[in-house]
């Protein structure tokens, strides 16, 4: 079974940057659809940006496009999720998640999810 670990959260002030990184382990990375959604409190959970097995396609949502960018290296079972031009508005708990299969847009539901990293943005 795959396990995924987030790291890279952090606190940083508005226009600021963060690079998440996903570590992979218990298979190999180029089987699984993979992408990064948040839950903000008292908001729910929502989907960033996901990508399939071999790089392609890539989806972002639309608050993320042109500041976020998904990308996965499936020869060191990683997956990156760069962020930039950071907004209050990104403040939350960011998932890194893995499935075998991959739909592309918001209907894709993920099996595997890691424990989370925070991500906060100050104004």
């Known amino acids: 079974q795959v396990q995924l670990v987030e790291s890279g959260g952090g606190l940083v002030q508005a226009g600021g940057s963060l690079r998440l990184i996903c570590a992979v382990s218990g298979d190999a990375l180029a089987k699984y659809g993979m992408g990064w959604f948040r839950q903000a409190p008292g908001k729910e959970r929502e989907l960033v940006a996901s990508?399939?097995?071999?790089?392609?396609?890539?989806y972002y949502h639309y608050s993320v496009k042109g500041r976020f960018t998904i990308s996965r290296d499936n020869a060191k079972d990683t997956v990156l999720l760069q962020m930039i031009s950071l907004k209050p508005e990104d403040t939350a708990v960011y998932y890194c998640?893995?499935?075998?299969?991959?739909?592309?847009?918001?209907?894709?539901?993920?099996?595997?999810w890691g424990p989370g990293t925070q991500v906060t943005v100050s104004s």
């Open positions: 998640t893995a499935d075998r299969t991959f739909v592309y847009g918001t209907d894709w539901s993920p099996r595997y």
């Open positions: 990508i399939g097995w071999s790089g392609a396609p890539t």
